[in-house]
């Protein structure tokens, strides 16, 4: 990826001390549609990233809700599917569930069952990686569909955390904290 954008980028997203508990360094993506250059360049980074897959790709999930702000254009430029993995009870329609424990507590995500079909590949896209959960969990959502997770995508990961590690994929990340 272009260095100066990467730099661009990395420069405007703003980070805040122990939001939203304490000892979290909240990375907050929206601060970088304020900005025209910043938004420019990752506009532009993601236009090349989406290239480097054209005809890899079948179809492109995101996670609720900052997912969705880059997975349909990613999909336009691919000229692939587009589908939202949300949170319970929020898709229309037959939907296909995973319940997944975390720290303390349960979470259920949900996908629609004719989101995407058996043999697929299929992109899965996020603003960030931190523990690895989310993505963890939509990979194994994705697997009762049947469609194969070639790669994970976020703009920015958390390196300290390992995250990637956990994913049972191929992560990529734009910018590393
Ligand atoms: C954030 C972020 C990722 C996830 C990363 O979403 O947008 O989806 O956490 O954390 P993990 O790697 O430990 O799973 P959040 O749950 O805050 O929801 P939001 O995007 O709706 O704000
Ligand atoms: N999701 C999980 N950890 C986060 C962080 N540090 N900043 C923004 N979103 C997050």
Redesign the pocket.
């Given at each position: 990826p272009n260095s100066e954008e990467l730099k661009l980028l990395k420069d405007h997203i703003e980070s805040f001390p122990d939001f939203p508990s304490p000892g979290i360094l909240f990375r907050d993506i929206f601060s970088v549609f304020r900005n025209q250059s910043a938004s420019q360049a990752l506009h532009s980074l993601l236009k090349s990233y989406a290239l480097s897959l054209k005809g890899q790709i079948d179809v492109v999930f995101a996670?609720?809700?900052?997912?969705f702000l880059f997975g349909p254009y990613i999909g336009q430029v691919l000229g692939i599917p587009f589908v939202p993995i949300r949170k319970k009870g929020k898709l229309p329609g037959v939907v296909e569930r995973l319940e997944y424990g975390l720290e303390y507590g349960t979470d259920c995500i949900e996908v629609q069952e004719d989101g995407g079909k058996v043999g697929q590949k299929a992109l899965i896209v996020?603003?960030?990686?931190?523990?690895?959960?989310?993505?963890t969990a939509s990979c194994q959502l994705l697997k009762t569909l049947g469609v194969e997770v070639v790669e994970c995508f976020v703009i920015m990961e958390l390196a300290d955390?390992n995250?990637r590690q956990k994913v049972p994929s191929k992560v990529v990340s734009l910018l590393q904290f």
């Open positions: 996670i609720e809700s900052r997912g996020d603003d960030l990686i931190a523990t690895g959960g989310s993505l955390l995250g």
